[in-house]
């Protein structure tokens, strides 16, 4: 079975900082891969997801995230945090081969909680 | 606006009771993921109906059950409820008609029970 791990559990930084989420996964396959992001009070979203072609995806409000399969790592990147970032960020993973079962196979990480001071 | 609706949005009750809480999921999806949301325990998988079939079980507690109907839409039934039960239940969906599942699931607002 698959496994997600996110390194930081809890970041706080100032307005304009960048931010950078690491994500990490264990699987032998070839996955698809999603952020979903919770913003305080809410249900999670999508914030981007990757399944296959140009490794640096964008999402939406100015994120992006590269996947570099060698190192099994999905880190999410903003060149310039705001206040209305602060939320909680979780990265999940999917495999392929699993795509056309119709049963849960997705596995998310811990989540990583942002909290951006204005 | 996912698409998913979840009722109740809140819900305040004693230990030992029962509550069902439900989900209507995106309109064409045929998946219903459950999940719960505490502080200690992080997001944890509970249950995946597909079509009104039980397709995945993840860790889902004895107590708890759910069933999916024939119009789709999806209740999550909790009992003998314990003060640790206290947590945020969100419904996913996914899969139209036809398609494979990808792994993008689509999320409620959630449940927000509390068990005192």
């Known amino acids: 079975a698959q496994s997600v791990s996110q390194h930081n559990h809890h970041v706080i930084l100032s307005e304009a900082a960048s931010l950078e989420l690491g994500c990490n996964y264990s699987?032998?396959?070839?996955?698809?891969l999603f952020w979903y992001v919770q913003y305080p009070g809410q249900h999670l979203q999508l914030l981007l997801k990757y399944f296959s072609g140009d490794p640096l995806v964008k999402g939406i409000k100015g994120f992006e995230a590269e996947f570099i399969k060698s190192k099994f790592s999905f880190n999410l990147r903003k060149p310039s945090v705001q206040w209305s970032d602060t939320a909680e960020y979780f990265c999940?993973?999917?495999?392929?081969?699993?795509?056309?079962?119709?049963?849960?196979?997705?596995?998310f990480g811990g989540g990583t909680r942002v909290l951006v001071k204005p | 606006d996912s698409g998913v609706t979840q009722t109740p949005k809140h819900l305040i009750t004693a230990t030992g009771q029962r509550v069902t809480l439900r989900c209507s999921p995106r309109?064409?999806?045929?998946?219903v993921y459950w999940y719960q949301q505490s502080l200690d325990q992080g997001l944890q998988f509970l249950i995946q109906?597909?079509?009104?079939?039980?397709?995945a079980k993840g860790n889902i507690l004895e107590r708890f059950s759910a069933q999916q109907f024939p119009d789709l839409h999806s209740e999550l039934n909790l009992s003998s409820l314990e003060l640790g039960d206290s947590a945020l239940y969100f419904c996913?969906?996914?899969?139209?008609?036809?398609?494979?599942?990808?792994?993008?699931?689509?999320f409620g607002e959630g449940s927000r029970l509390t068990v005192l």
């Open positions: 109906y597909y079509n009104g079939e039980e397709r």
């Open positions: 309109s064409g999806d045929l998946s």
């Open positions: 999940a993973v999917h495999p392929w081969a699993s795509i056309k079962a119709a049963g849960n196979k997705l596995t």
């Open positions: 996913a969906s996914s899969v139209g008609r036809g398609q494979g599942t990808t792994g993008e699931l689509f």
């Open positions: 699987y032998g396959g070839t996955v698809n």
